[in-house]
C-alpha cells in the first residue's frame, strides 16, 4: 500500500489544513474580549453570546463540504514493512530513530535526539490526524446549520476507522513507536493517540444531531472504554503513565478525555491526583517552568506542547467543587504561574533567555490552545488577545504534530 496515497477527493490534505485553520481563526476573530461564549446551541455565555458574520459561517461551511467530500480514511490503507502487528493495529516509528548508515540494512536504527525522521512510517499519525480534522469539521457545521448530512457523514468516517471489522483501528497502541531492530512498539508510543482527544468532543456535539445514530455512539464508547482499559493495563500503558516529562501529562490527558467519554469517574479522579501530585508538585518549577522540558534539545517547543496539554487537563477535569486553574500546591505553584512564565516568550519570542530548539523553532508559537483555555477560565483578555496576533495557520510539519487540539472552541464549557 502507498503512504504517498491522497486522502481527499478533489484536494490534498495540506490544502485540506490550510482550509480548517483558516476556519479555526475566523471563529475566534471577533472575540478580543469575551472569555467564555455560546456556538449555536450547545454552549452557555456567560458575558455575550458569540455570533457569526456571514463570511465566518461561509468559511466554516466550505470547510464542512471539503468534509463531507473526504473519502472514509483507516490506518488498514497503509501498511510499513516493518510493523509485526496486524493490518488493524496501530504502527508507527520513534521519531528520533534513523537508520545506521554503517550497516547494509541500517538495523538496529540509532538515535539523534530531536531531530525527527522525515522517512519515518508517519502514514498511521496522518490518517489519525486527518480524521480529527474532518470530524471537527462536520461537527462544526451540524451545531451551525442543524443539517442532517453533516452527521450522516460523521457516522460513516467513524464507522470506517473505529467499528466496522475490516478496516477498525485496534483499540491499542502495541505497536507504537517502534525501534527497528530493537524493539515492535514501545510505551512512549501511546503518546501517538494524543491526536484523538478532540474525537470524543467532537461526537457529543454530533450526537444532539437526530442523523447521528445512536448504534455507532455506543459503539465509539465501548471503543473507547476498552482502549482506556488498555491503557491502564497494559505494560505500555503503565510504563508511559510514569514517565516524568510530557509523556506523562499526554497520557493522563488522553485518560481524561476518554474517561469523561464513557463515563469512569474513577479514572478521571485518578487524573485530577496525577495533576496535582505529579505534575504540579513535581514537573513544574516554582517559577512556572517544567525543567524537564527546558532540558531538551527542543526547549521552547516543548514547553509550549506540556503547557497546551496541562491546560487542557484544566478543562476537562475542573469542577466548581475543585477547580485546577486556581489550585495551588503546599509550596505556591500554579497554573497561573505557568502561564504567566510562559505567555510573554510567545508574544515576543525574541526574549526567550534558553537556548534555540535544534528543529522547529521558527515555526512556533502558533495559535496556542493553553491561551484560549486560561483566558477563559481566567478571564484574561490580554492571552485572548496574544491568542489574535499568532499566525492562524499551522505551516511547520513538527509544529503540526505537537498540536493536539485544532479547534479549542469545541472545549470551552
Known amino acids: 500500500m502507498n503512504s504517498d496515497k491522497k486522502f481527499f477527493v478533489n484536494y490534498s490534505p495540506k490544502f485540506f489544513l490550510t482550509q480548517v485553520k483558516i476556519v479555526i481563526g475566523l471563529i475566534f476573530f471577533s472575540q478580543l474580549i469575551a472569555s467564555n461564549f455560546s456556538f449555536a446551541q450547545t454552549h452557555k455565555a456567560t458575558d455575550t453570546n458569540f455570533s457569526l458574520s456571514p463570511i465566518e459561517r461561509t468559511f466554516i461551511l466550505d470547510s464542512a463540504a471539503l468534509a463531507l467530500d473526504a473519502v472514509p480514511l483507516s490506518i488498514t490503507q497503509f501498511k510499513s514493512?516493518?510493523?509485526?502487528?496486524?493490518?488493524?493495529?496501530?504502527?508507527s516509528n520513534g521519531d528520533y530513530w534513523w537508520p545506521d548508515t554503517q550497516k547494509e540494512n541500517g538495523l538496529p536504527f540509532i538515535l539523534k535526539d530531536g531531530q525527527s525522521n522525515p522517512n519515518n512510517f508517519n502514514a498511521h499519525r496522518e490518517v489519525m490526524r486527518n480524521l480529527t480534522q474532518v470530524v471537527g469539521d462536520l461537527a462544526s457545521a451540524s451545531v451551525?446549520?442543524?443539517?442532517?448530512?453533516?452527521?450522516?457523514?460523521?457516522?460513516?468516517m467513524l464507522s470506517f476507522f473505529f467499528l466496522d471489522s475490516k478496516t477498525k483501528m485496534n483499540p491499542n497502541l502495541q505497536f507504537a513507536q517502534a525501534i527497528p531492530g530493537?524493539?515492535?512498539?514501545?510505551?512512549?508510543g501511546v503518546i501517538d493517540s494524543l491526536h484523538l482527544i478532540e474525537i470524543p468532543v467532537a461526537i457529543e456535539i454530533l450526537s444532539q444531531n437526530p442523523a447521528f445514530s445512536k448504534t455507532i455512539h455506543v459503539g465509539l464508547?465501548?471503543?473507547f472504554k476498552t482502549y482506556l482499559h488498555w491503557m491502564l493495563n497494559s505494560k505500555n500503558g503503565l510504563d508511559e503513565s510514569r514517565a516524568k516529562n510530557n509523556h506523562s501529562v499526554a497520557f493522563w490527558l488522553q485518560v481524561a478525555v476518554f474517561a469523561k467519554f464513557v463515563g469512569d469517574d474513577g479514572a478521571q479522579q485518578l487524573a485530577r491526583e496525577q495533576f496535582k501530585t505529579k505534575f504540579m508538585a513535581e514537573q513544574m518549577a516554582l517559577d512556572g517552568s517544567f525543567p524537564q522540558e527546558l532540558a531538551r534539545t527542543k526547549p521552547y517547543g516543548y514547553s509550549i506542547f506540556q503547557l497546551d496539554n496541562m491546560a487542557a487537563l484544566c478543562q476537562v477535569l475542573s469542577t466548581p467543587e475543585d477547580n485546577l486553574w486556581t489550585y495551588e500546591t503546599p509550596d505556591?505553584?500554579?497554573m497561573i504561574k505557568a502561564v504567566n512564565f510562559l505567555a510573554p516568550f510567545l508574544k515576543d519570542k525574541r526574549k526567550w533567555p534558553y537556548k534555540q530548539d535544534i528543529q522547529a523553532f521558527e515555526g512556533w508559537p502558533v495559535r496556542q490552545p493553553f491561551l484560549i483555555f486560561s483566558a477563559s477560565a481566567l478571564n484574561r483578555s490580554d492571552l485572548m488577545e496574544l491568542w489574535h496576533q499568532l499566525p492562524m495557520r499551522i505551516e511547520n510539519e513538527e509544529?503540526?504534530?505537537n498540536v493536539a487540539i485544532l479547534q479549542p472552541w469545541l472545549w470551552l464549557k
Not at 81 to 91: H, I, K, L, M, T
Not at 147 to 155: G, I, R, S, V
Request: hydrophobic share 30%; glycine share 16%.
Open 399 to 401: 509544529v503540526r504534530r
Open 81 to 91: 514493512a516493518y510493523s509485526e502487528g496486524g493490518v488493524n493495529d496501530f504502527y
Open 332 to 334: 505556591g505553584k500554579s
Open 221 to 223: 464508547r465501548d471503543w
Open 144 to 156: 451551525l446549520t442543524g443539517e442532517a448530512k453533516y452527521a450522516l457523514k460523521a457516522n460513516e
Open 182 to 188: 530493537i524493539t515492535p512498539g514501545r510505551g512512549v
